[in-house]
């Protein structure tokens, strides 16, 4: 076995490289596969797989730096198809398809026959060799940019804004990673003219963490952003309860169901009151701040009510542990009242069909504040405005204390709070008096792209592990 000599690593490495291309060019039942173990705890049959290639053959892009955890054996990528055999029964499997880093391991038993396998690295990135166990080889940044590059790869989303009825059919939730029990799911929630993408930095360097990818999956929220925030609360519940159904037969142990009870929510600007909405109580109490008359009482149809229900009838979700807010305009913002912003929120269309015939009779019977919001389009930018009522709204409803609240803030270096802020969120709008902590970081709104607040959110994860 190698026993640290740089030659020797060279060679060990060629040869394994050469075992990879012999197995892709022959479907993995060639001459390459002899001694080839496609079975075992954590480990990879690659036959699974679409592609498997060298993760040095990925080009890096769209993440500030390569992640890779140096070790034993050849660091791969393997990618599958959103139809794969390999993800049927993954509940949340994004349409680009899904890599996860492995790495070729070839040993040799104590008659000296070579036997080679993939390790699935995100579960298991030790592996016992010559009777000790030797860190693997591993590159968990390769992964991430071949799913952007094979995805749409954009970070601001302007036809999710505009035309959200259009972009329902791909709203939803989707995972990083195959579903694993042993970890606790960490919920990415974007904010406004976002997607997905804007967590690839703050995911880049959480893998890093070895703590961290032991204990937690992270899932993405994608939602029409010019939805109103009550919309998209909605259908995140119904996407958290959706997995919770399909995971169930896969949640068998007491451990499992923990985590599964114990998610953590991470929501961006306006993802943190779409967040914030998750762990709080709608109902009668809520919608008496925007009318008079019972929602029993509306004279409206059956299908408008039972929406108008979806949106402001719920509990607190019993399945979460923590929320973690990042530059969230909890009271608004100051650019939502300027022109542009009034321009750009008269494009944006009404995206509640169910509810549009009847938004005359509804502003009728809604409370004089709250009407403004309501006469003109109701959506994401007009909700967002600083001091609008249906913000007071969601700060009043009653939130489960059991869940415990963070807020990570910009301040763009200035030192100034609680006069200040990130540019787009004032501090004394992203401060929320309920948090359990408060980190301020000297960046602007992308706060949660800026590595002090990626290392905050690490940190807060680090701290549920000792719950």
Same mark, same amino acid.
Request: aromatic share 8%; charged share 25%.
């Given at each position: ?28 039942? #060639? ?127 302007? $036809? ?187 494009? $944006? ?13 509804? @502003? ?79 960046? #602007? ?11 905050? @959110? ?10």
């Amino acid at each position: 076995m190698l026993r640290g000599n740089e030659t020797d690593a060279l060679v060990y490495r060629a040869a394994l490289r050469r075992l990879v291309r012999l197995g892709e060019k022959s479907d993995w039942s #060639g001459p390459g596969s002899d001694g080839l173990v496609r079975t075992g705890r954590d480990v990879l049959d690659p036959a699974a797989a679409d592609t498997i290639v060298p993760a040095d053959q990925v080009e890096i892009g769209g993440v500030p730096q390569r992640v890779r955890q140096a070790g034993l054996g050849l660091p791969c990528v393997a990618w599958f198809r959103a139809d794969a055999q390999f993800l049927r029964g993954e509940p949340g499997v994004p349409p680009a398809g899904m890599a996860i880093p492995v790495t070729a391991l070839l040993t040799f038993d104590d008659d000296g026959r070579a036997q080679w396998r993939f390790v699935r690295t995100m579960q298991r990135d030790r592996w016992p060799v010559a009777g000790r166990e030797r860190q693997l080889a591993a590159d968990f940044s390769a992964p991430l940019a071949m799913i952007i590059a094979k995805g749409t790869n954009r970070s601001f989303d302007l $036809v999710s804004l505009f035309r959200p009825e259009e972009n329902m059919e791909r709203a939803g939730l989707y995972q990083f990673q195959p579903f694993d029990p042993d970890k606790t799911p960490v919920v990415f929630v974007h904010g406004l003219m976002s997607r997905p993408e804007t967590w690839r930095i703050a995911v880049n360097q959480l893998v890093a963490d070895p703590e961290i990818r032991r204990n937690f999956q992270f899932w993405f929220m994608l939602y029409p952003t010019g939805l109103p925030v009550w919309k998209s609360a909605a259908h995140l519940r119904s996407e958290l309860d959706r997995f919770n159904g399909e995971l169930a037969t896969r949640v068998t142990t007491r451990g499992a169901r923990a985590r599964m009870r114990g998610k953590v929510l991470v929501g961006h600007s306006m993802g943190g009151l779409v967040s914030s909405l998750q762990v709080r109580e709608g109902g009668e109490s809520l919608w008496a701040r925007f009318s008079k008359v019972p929602i029993a009482e509306l004279p409206i149809s059956e299908p408008a009510r039972r929406k108008i229900e979806e949106l402001m009838v719920f509990e607190p979700r019993t399945d979460v542990s923590r929320v973690v807010f990042a530059g969230v305009p909890h009271r608004g913002s100051p650019l939502a009242l300027r022109a542009g912003a009034r321009f750009f929120a008269a494009q $944006v269309r009404f995206a509640l069909p169910e509810i549009q015939s009847y938004r005359d009779l509804l @502003i009728s019977k809604a409370h004089a504040e709250v009407r403004r919001d309501l006469e003109e389009p109701a959506n994401s930018i007009r909700f967002l405005r600083e001091n609008s009522p249906l913000l007071e709204a969601i700060l009043a409803a009653p939130r489960d204390p059991r869940v415990k609240l963070h807020s990570i803030i910009g301040d763009r270096g200035r030192n100034d709070a609680p006069d200040g802020g990130d540019g787009i969120v004032p501090f004394r709008s992203a401060h929320y008096p309920g948090a359990v902590s408060e980190k301020i970081v000297p960046s #602007g709104h992308d706060v949660h792209q800026h590595p002090d607040g990626v290392r905050e @959110i690490a940190r807060i994860l680090r701290e549920g592990l000792g719950n």
